[in-house]
C-alpha cells in the first residue's frame, strides 16, 4: 500500500470515529430531551456528506502543498473544508438538506471532549505563566469579541438592517 | 496500547454521555444568565480527571502520553465535520449575508481590540515586550508563527504568545461561552454577536455560537451562518489584520505609553 493512501485511510477512520461520536451524541441528547433533532435516514446522509466533505477539504490542502504560493500553502485544511462545502452546498440543496437534519449542537460537544483530552499535559505549563499575562488575555479575549461586536453592531445600524 | 486506546474511546463515549446528561443549564448571576452548554462540562471533566493527581491507575491508562498526543494530533480532524458543516448554514442565507458583507469586513478591524484594550493594561501591570506577545491577537496558530518568525519563541515577545496561546487553549472556549450571552444582556444584538464570533479558533468560535443559540434557538441559522462566515472571512484576512494593522498600531502605542510612563 502506499504511503499516500495509508495516510488518507487513516484520516478517513478517524473522520469516521468523529461522525460516530456526532451520531452518539445526538442519540444522547434524544434520551435526555425527546423534542431535540431526531435521527432520521436523512441525519444518516448528513453525517456521510460530512465526512465527504472534510475528505475532499483534506484532499485539497494535500494538493496544494505543491503550490509556488506561500499564503495557499498555508491557509488551513478548516477553511478547504468550509469553502468546498458552502460551494456544494450553493450547487445543491441536497446536501444543506441532509447536513441539516444532523443537530449542532451534539457536533459541537464531542469536539470539546476532545480539546480537553489534549490540553491535559499543558496544565502544567500554566505554572509558568504569571498571572499578569492571565489578567491580559482576558482582555485580551474581551478586546477582540466585544470590539468586533460594537463594529458589527454600529454596521447593522447604518446599514439599517 | 490497543487497550489503551480502547479506555480512551470509552471516556470519550462516557464523558459525552454525562456531559450530554447535566445538559444545558442556566446560572442567573445578578442581572445576567451564564449559560453552560455541555461541551463546557465536557472541556471541565477532561481536564480536571486530566491533573497529574488523578494520573493513577487506570486514569493513567486514560491519559496515557500516547492517548494525549493523539487527541492533540487529530483535534482539528475531529473538528472538520464542524467546518463542513457550515457551509449548509450559510448557502442559504448567502444572499443576504453578501448585502452586508461590508459589515463583516469592518468587524474583522475590531480584532483589533486586542491591542487597544490588552496593550495598555498588560503595560499597567508592569509588563513590557511580553506584552508585544500577549496583545498582538488572541494568541492562535497565525500570531504564534508571527512572533516566533520575528522574535523566535524562547525571547520575552514569545513568552507572552505562547502563555496567551496556553490560556487560550484551556479557557478560551469556556470564557466565549459565558462572555457572549453577557453582552447580549448588555444589549448588543444577536447578528453582532454571531458576526464577531468568527475569532479565528475553531473551538472558540463554537462555543459563543453555541450558546448564542442555546439562548435564542429561533435564530439558530442565522447564528450559525453569521458566524461562520464570519471565521472563513478571518482565516483569509486575520493574517493581513495582524501584519498590516494590529503589529504597526500596537508599536505606535508601546513607544507612546512606554515612553510616557518613564
Known sequence: MSPALRKYIKYGLI???SVSLILFTQEIKLIKNPESTPVTSM???????????SMIGIAISNFLQKSPVKFIREFPILGWVSITSLVLCLVSDFFVQAIQAVDFLSITTPILTFAGLS????????????????????FVFTGTYAGSALLAQLGLLLSGN | MFKNFSYFLIFIFAVITISE??????????????GLLPLVFAIIITMVLGLQIFRKGFWKKVYSDRNISFAGKYLIFIMLPLMARYGADVAPQIREILQVGWVFIIQEIGNLGTVLIGLP??????????AIGATLGIGREGELAYIS?????????????LSIYIIGTLFGAIFFSVFAPILLDL????EALAMASGVGSGSMMSAASATL???????????????????????????????FLAAPLQRFMYKTLVRGDK
Open chain 2, 121 to 130: 493594561i498588560a503595560l499597567l501591570l508592569g509588563l513590557r515586550r511580553e
Open chain 2, 187 to 190: 444589549g448588543i444584538r444577536v
Open chain 1, 43 to 53: 441525519t444518516f446522509a448528513g453525517l456521510g456528506v460530512l465526512w465527504l466533505f
Open chain 2, 213 to 243: 443559540v442555546a439562548r435564542i434557538p429561533e435564530m439558530e441559522s442565522t447564528i450559525l451562518a453569521y458566524a461562520s462566515a464570519s471565521q472563513l472571512l478571518t482565516s483569509f484576512l486575520g493574517t493581513f489584520t495582524m501584519v
Open chain 2, 21 to 34: 446528561m447535566i445538559g444545558f443549564q442556566s446560572i442567573p448571576i445578578g442581572p445576567f444568565n451564564i
Open chain 1, 15 to 17: 473522520l469516521l470515529l
Open chain 2, 149 to 161: 518568525e520575528k522574535y523566535t519563541l524562547e525571547s520575552k515577545e514569545g513568552r507572552g504568545v
Open chain 1, 119 to 138: 490540553v491535559a499535559n499543558r496544565l502544567v505549563d500554566l505554572r509558568n505563566t504569571s498571572w499578569k499575562v492571565a489578567i491580559v488575555a482576558v
